[in-house]
């Protein structure tokens, strides 16, 4: 039974330029979440999907959007990227009504932006 | 609105010895809690939660936590350190019904001395 995937694994973009993670959740599960976790901070949270539709959204700028598949997949996209947006972008999944209220995380992916 | 302190951004403690990681919060409901664990270069491992019950929770690798109502706090406990146990610590809480968002603390370090 695989576990949270993501990819890439390492990014390196310029400032301006548009970026796009992607993950895949646990099996079984039926949501994604998206956290930033800058370093030496903890992660915060950025948004959720389920149900291929945006349900909480953290405070971000709408520079960060986001998809959810049918196959319950997901990706993060950032635009015009910023210095500041360099961290490990870490993908998370959970069953909305699974009980355990666990999420489940993946490797993340680390993001330079020069 | 939620929040998490994690006091002591850096905890050293011998082989052997008594570990204990702070964490208080504050929340406007009964929050569900939560102690992960992060090892460099990785994505975040449950290391145990309370959501309701029992308030002493028990989670893997030997490390316990105890959710005190009247102090706001969930400090994670391990009797005995080992080496491996050297990582950063993160506790998190989510607000029940709200779709499993989490919102983190800024992380604790642990160094284990030989």
Known sequence: DAGVTQSPTHLIKTRGQQVTLRCSPKS?????????????????????????????????????SGHQFPNYSSELNVNALLLGDSALYLCASSLINGGTYEQYFGPGTRLTVT | AQSVTQLGSHVSVSEGALVLLRCNYSSSVPPYLFWYVQYPNQGLQLLLKYTTGATLVKGINGFEAEFKKSETSFHLTKPSAHMSDAAEYFCAVSNPGAGNMLTFGGGTRLMVKP
């Open chain 1, 28 to 64: 079984g599960h039926d949501t994604v979440s998206w956290y930033q976790q800058a370093l030496g901070q903890g992660p915060q949270f950025i948004f959720q999907y389920y149900e291929e539709e945006e349900r909480q959204r953290g405070n971000f700028p709408d520079r960060f």
